[in-house]
């Protein structure tokens, strides 16, 4: 076990809708990385924050954005589901934007 | 062309076979690099860092080629457990994780 959790582990939703996800990172950890990955993917970067600020965004849209608070846990909001947007959601901890990357288990979204 | 690119197989061995995954990646920049191991729709797992010396740990053989922008990854004596699929992941100074889209494995009795 890695000491980060992700809710939920599933989720279904309609094209439109808003989605959030959320993550607690690995006790002491600063550092929440979210990914998205496709069936058949690896999984692809979508940003980074540390210490509370956006440090880092992959090729996302602005519908994909994020928040992390005092405590480092984190969540990442999807506005204006697309059937595209359906996917194994991973939030990753670090110390400090180490390369050491602690992945939860993953939200499985489903957009129908 | 993808920053990082792995032959995505399927890999079908028996068990005690030796398997070798090839990975290139695009970017010369690039200066850590990593293979992950993920089982189907779990998430990924740090198997080992991979330096340009080489690197052992137990059955798995990991090397770097700078020049080739090539890293490989060599598994002895498979073992029904090692079935998942293997992800070959870069990463330059002050960037994520990159990774490719993963080699998958599978062991037959």
């Known amino acids: 076990e890695t000491g980060v959790t992700q809710s939920p582990t599933h989720l279904i939703k309609t094209r439109g809708q808003q989605v959030t996800l959320r993550c607690s990172s690995q006790s002491g950890h600063n550092t929440v990385s979210w990914y998205q990955q496709a069936l058949g993917q690896g999984p692809q970067f979508i940003f980074q924050y540390y210490r509370e600020e956006e440090n880092g965004r992959g090729n996302f849209p602005p519908r994909f954005s994020g928040l992390q608070f005092p405590n480092y846990s984190s969540e990442l909001n999807v506005n204006a589901l697309e059937l595209d947007d359906s996917a194994l959601y991973l939030c990753a901890s670090s110390l400090d934007n180490s390369e050491k990357l602690f992945f939860g288990s993953g939200t499985q979204l489903s957009v129908l | 062309r993808k920053e990082v690119e792995q032959d995505p197989g399927p890999f079908n061995v028996p068990e005690g076979a030796t398997v070798a995954f090839n990975c290139t990646y695009s970017?010369?920049?690039?200066?850590?690099f990593f293979w992950y191991r993920q089982d189907c729709r779990k998430e990924p797992k740090l198997l080992m860092s991979v330096y340009s010396s080489g690197n052992e740990d137990g059955r798995f053989t990991a090397q770097l080629n700078r020049a080739s922008q090539y890293i490989s990854l060599l598994i002895r004596d498979s073992k029904l457990s090692d079935s998942a699929t293997y992800l070959c992941?870069?990463?330059?100074?002050?960037?994520?994780?990159?990774f490719g889209k993963g080699t998958t494995l599978s062991v037959s009795s």
């Open positions: 970017n010369s920049a690039s200066q850590s």
């Open positions: 992941v870069v990463k330059q100074a002050g960037t994520a994780l990159i």
